[in-house]
C-alpha cells in the first residue's frame, strides 16, 4: 500500500484533477467539527514547531487554533454537506425565457496541490426550463463547492451540475477566470497569468448562445 507521505507525484505539479467528485474517504464525517479542530490544531502546532517558530509568543499562542477552525469552519466548510445551500428554486411566474447571467461572482478557493488559495471570478448563467433560483443561491453554489481543496475544472463542473440538478434543465453554464497561488506564488512564479475553465451544458453548447453569454460577460458593468 503506497504511503501518501512518501509520493510527490508530478501529476499534482501540473494542477491535473484526478476525479470529478472531491477524493473523500468514507469515514470523512465521522468525527465532529470540534474533534477535527482538536486535531488539526496539534498538526498546525507541530508544523509550526518543526519550522522553529517560538510559539509562547503572544502573536503566535492562537495560530493553531486559528488555523484550525479556518480549515474546519471557513475555508474548507465546503466538504461537509450538512453546509449545503438549500437552492430556493421557484415556477417562473414571468415566463422568463431567456438567458440569465450571474456574472462576477468571487471565488476564493484553495489549490488541493499545495494548500494556497485560488482566487478568482465566476460567471454562472442558465436558462429557465420552467423555475428559475434566487440570486444569492447561485453565489451560494460557488461559494459552497469552493470552500474545499480544489481543482479549477472540477470546481467548474460541481456548479454546473448542482444548478442542472436544482432547476431540471442541462442549459446552465459556468466561466471562471483565476489565479493560483501555487502559480503565482512560487514554481514559475509567473503573477500575470490566470487560468480560464468553462463548461458548457445543453443549448450552451450551441456556438450562437455560447457567443451569447460571452458578450454579456464583456459588457461593462454601470452603476
Known amino acids: 500500500m503506497i504511503n501518501p507521505l512518501d509520493v510527490d507525484q ?5 494542477h491535473i484533477a484526478s476525479s470529478a467528485e472531491n477524493p473523500l474517504r468514507s469515514d470523512a464525517f465521522v468525527l465532529t467539527d470540534d474533534q477535527k ?6 498538526d498546525v502546532y507541530n508544523i509550526l514547531q518543526t519550522l522553529g517558530m517560538d510559539l509562547t509568543d503572544d502573536s503566535m499562542q492562537g495560530t493553531p487554533n486559528r ?27 414571468y415566463k422568463y425565457g ?3 447571467v450571474e456574472k462576477n461572482i468571487t471565488v476564493y478557493s484553495t489549490c488541493e496541490h499545495h494548500l494556497l488559495p485560488i482566487i478568482g471570478r465566476a460567471h454562472v448563467a442558465y436558462i429557465s426550463n420552467g423555475s428559475v433560483i434566487g440570486l444569492s443561491k ?11 481543496p480544489q481543482v479549477q475544472e472540477r470546481l467548474t463542473m460541481q456548479i454546473v451540475q448542482e444548478l442542472q440538478k436544482a432547476l431540471n434543465t442541462l442549459d446552465v453554464a459556468c466561466i471562471i477566470d483565476a489565479k493560483h497561488l501555487c502559480v503565482n506564488s512560487r514554481g514559475i512564479k ?3 497569468s490566470s487560468t480560464v475553465t468553462s463548461e458548457f451544458g ?17 459588457m461593462e458593468t454601470k452603476f
Do not use: C
Open 37 to 42: 479542530i482538536e486535531s488539526i490544531k496539534k
Open 202 to 218: 445543453g443549448r450552451f453548447k450551441e456556438e450562437a448562445v455560447r457567443r451569447e453569454l460571452l458578450d454579456y460577460i464583456k
Open 138 to 148: 447561485m453565489n451560494r453554489i460557488v461559494e459552497y463547492y469552493a470552500k474545499r
Open 190 to 192: 509567473d503573477i500575470e
Open 98 to 100: 431567456e438567458m440569465l
Open 67 to 93: 488555523v484550525a477552525k479556518m480549515f474546519v469552519k471557513e475555508i474548507f466548510g465546503g466538504l461537509n454537506p450538512d453546509r449545503k445551500p438549500n437552492p430556493s428554486v421557484f415556477e417562473n411566474p
Open 10 to 14: 508530478e501529476i499534482g505539479d501540473n
